[in-house]
């Protein structure tokens, strides 16, 4: 049985998260990307993996970020990114944290790198629960 794919992006004005998730196999493929550079990224994707949706967060850069998917003619669904930064945030520091670090509470660490790749799955995970595919 082959999965369902979804490409998730987190938009943004410098850098978007981008993720492959799969319903059933999961996060396949995950990163953050130039805002500048992910047409070339979509690309490379597609030519890698069969996209049934492009799944996008409604927020920053958002319209912007849909006319640039438009040549692409895969569906695409919007997906309301409320808290998804938060809960990214918290995934991230949960994945990447050293023993020392979670002696902190999560809410007083702050992450060493952009975490906008675990917003995407996040968004696709809310897809996968929420809407029809």
Same mark, same amino acid.
């Given at each position: 049985?082959?999965?369902y794919l979804i490409l998730a992006i987190d938009p943004g004005n410098q850098k978007c998260g981008v993720a492959v998730? #799969?319903?059933?196999?999961?996060?396949?493929?995950?990163?953050?990307?130039?805002?500048?550079?992910?047409?070339?990224?979509?690309?490379?994707?597609?030519?890698?993996?069969?996209?049934?949706?492009?799944?996008?967060?409604?927020?920053?850069?958002?319209?912007?970020?849909?006319e640039l998917l438009v040549p692409f003619s895969i569906p695409l669904v919007v997906v309301n990114e409320d808290f998804?930064?938060?809960? #990214?945030?918290?995934?991230?520091?949960?994945?990447?944290?050293?023993?020392?670090?979670?002696?902190?509470?999560? #809410?007083?660490?702050?992450?060493?790198?952009?975490?906008?790749?675990?917003?995407?799955?996040?968004?696709?995970?809310?897809?996968?629960?929420?809407?029809?595919?």
């Amino acid at each position: 049985m082959i999965d369902y794919l979804i490409l998730a992006i987190d938009p943004g004005n410098q850098k978007c998260g981008v993720a492959v998730v #799969g319903r059933t196999s999961k996060v396949l493929q995950k990163q953050i990307v130039a805002t500048s550079e992910l047409t070339v990224k979509i690309e490379q994707i597609l030519a890698k993996y069969e996209i049934q949706k492009i799944i996008i967060g409604d927020r920053t850069k958002s319209k912007a970020i849909k006319e640039l998917l438009v040549p692409f003619s895969i569906p695409l669904v919007v997906v309301n990114e409320d808290f998804s930064s938060v809960e #990214g945030k918290r995934r991230y520091l949960e994945e990447n944290s050293k023993w020392w670090q979670k002696l902190l509470p999560i #809410g007083l660490r702050v992450p060493d790198k952009p975490y906008d790749d675990y917003v995407a799955v996040i968004l696709a995970e809310r897809y996968f629960k929420d809407y029809d595919y």
